[in-house]
Nanobody
Framework: QVQLVESGGGSVQSGGSLRLSCAAS????????MRWFRQAPGKEREGVAA???????TYTDSVKGRFTISRDNAVNTLFLQMNSLKPEDTAMYYC?????????????????WGQGTQVTVSS
């Protein structure tokens, strides 16, 4: 059964760090594009970072230089290292997968989603 499970969220102060994990199972993880999305109350879900099956990464402008996406294919796990966190990073973070090498930002392209993990950054 295809499944993604996020973990690692929590509450931190501005400038702090968190590392999110997304454990994947039930599919050939190494062949998939993996992307982190986030959604804050009252806002649309936005793409945060993605890594394709070749290891190439992309980031939304607001997190460039602060967040790093990576994947460990040996353990079928996606990571998002978040440094220098800001209050505007507060959101529910979701990982999602797509069975192609391309990593578009639109949510509709992703077929499998995790349940989300909450990140809260205080001033």
């Amino acid at each position: 059964q295809v499944q993604l499970v996020e973990s690692g969220g929590g509450s931190v102060q501005s400038g702090g760090s968190l590392r999110l994990s997304c454990a994947a199972s039930g599919f050939t993880y190494s062949r998939y594009c993996m992307r982190w999305f986030r959604q804050a109350p009252g806002k649309e879900r936005e793409g945060v970072a993605a890594i394709n099956s070749y290891g190439s990464t992309t980031y939304t402008d607001s997190v460039k230089g602060r967040f790093t996406i990576s994947r460990d294919n040996a353990v079928n796990t996606l990571f998002l290292q978040m440094n220098s966190l800001k209050p505007e990073d507060t959101a529910m973070y979701y990982c999602a997968s797509r069975a192609n090498t391309g990593c578009p930002t639109e949510t509709g392209w992703y077929t499998t989603w995790g349940q989300g993990t909450q990140v809260t950054v205080s001033s």
